[in-house]
């Protein structure tokens, strides 16, 4: 599956930190005018960001946060981290695990088979890079895949979880089962 990342921008971006402070004092930026990716689950990260910045302790940041989109077409795609590309670009050795969606028990009792999953995970230490879900409710397995990033899961813990079955998640055990032949 190419990579498929939203990066054009149709609002110049401010120039920020990674508080979302602007070069102008007392100035902050967010969304869109932040450069942040394009998505409104993003401009409302930013403003929480913004808030705990002005009326909190002031330690929230951008820094490590791990976007998640989707495009609600049918089949949904749904997209985490980053593509083998990507990851590539960056200098990870990578493995790559994918799983056709006619594989996906739930997905088989509610005949809506369409689709691949694919997940990039760094070859060395085993944690998960990205992942692109194309098939029914792709985003909502998209953002169990970002909790399992956001804490540091190896692609092991998701291969060995015991996931409730008949469940969407569960094919996430075969998906990265994958990776062990």
Same mark, same amino acid.
């Given at each position: 599956?190419?990579?498929?990342?939203?990066?054009?921008?149709?609002?110049?971006?401010?120039?920020?930190?990674?508080?979302?402070?602007?070069?102008?004092? !007392?100035?902050?930026?967010? !969304?869109?005018?932040?450069?942040?990716?394009?998505?409104?689950?993003?401009?409302? $990260?930013?403003?929480?960001?913004?808030?705990? #910045?002005?009326?909190?302790? *002031? *330690?929230?940041?951008?820094?490590?946060?791990?976007?998640?989109?989707?495009?609600?077409?049918?089949?949904?795609? *749904?997209?985490? *981290?980053?593509?083998?590309?990507?990851?590539?670009?960056?200098?990870?050795?990578?493995?790559?695990?994918?799983?056709?969606?006619?594989?996906?028990?739930?997905?088989?009792?509610?005949?809506?088979?369409?689709?691949?999953?694919?997940?990039?995970?760094?070859?060395?230490?085993?944690?998960?890079?990205?992942?692109?879900?194309?098939?029914?409710?792709?985003?909502?397995?998209?953002?169990?895949?970002?909790?399992?990033?956001? !804490?540091?899961?190896?692609?092991?813990?998701?291969? $060995?979880?015991?996931?409730?079955?008949?469940?969407?998640?569960?094919?996430? #055990? #075969?998906?990265?089962?994958?990776?062990?032949?």
């Amino acid at each position: 599956m190419p990579a498929c990342t939203p990066t054009k921008r149709m609002v110049p971006s401010a120039r920020v930190d990674d508080r979302l402070r602007t070069t102008a004092e !007392g100035v902050w930026a967010l !969304g869109d005018v932040a450069g942040s990716p394009p998505f409104t689950h993003m401009a409302y $990260d930013d403003f929480r960001i913004v808030r705990a #910045n002005l009326l909190g302790d *002031g *330690g929230r940041s951008t820094g490590g946060r791990i976007p998640t989109w989707t495009v609600f077409t049918d089949p949904q795609l *749904g997209r985490v *981290g980053l593509s083998e590309e990507e990851a590539r670009a960056k200098g990870h050795k990578v493995r790559v695990a994918t799983l056709p969606m006619s594989r996906v028990a739930r997905a088989i009792e509610t005949d809506e088979t369409r689709g691949l999953m694919k997940a990039v995970v760094d070859a060395g230490d085993g944690r998960i890079l990205g992942a692109a879900i194309l098939g029914i409710q792709g985003g909502e397995i998209a953002a169990a895949l970002q909790f399992a990033m956001m !804490g540091g899961l190896p692609w092991t813990a998701l291969r $060995d979880a015991p996931i409730a079955h008949p469940t969407l998640a569960e094919s996430l #055990n #075969n998906l990265f089962a994958t990776l062990d032949g």
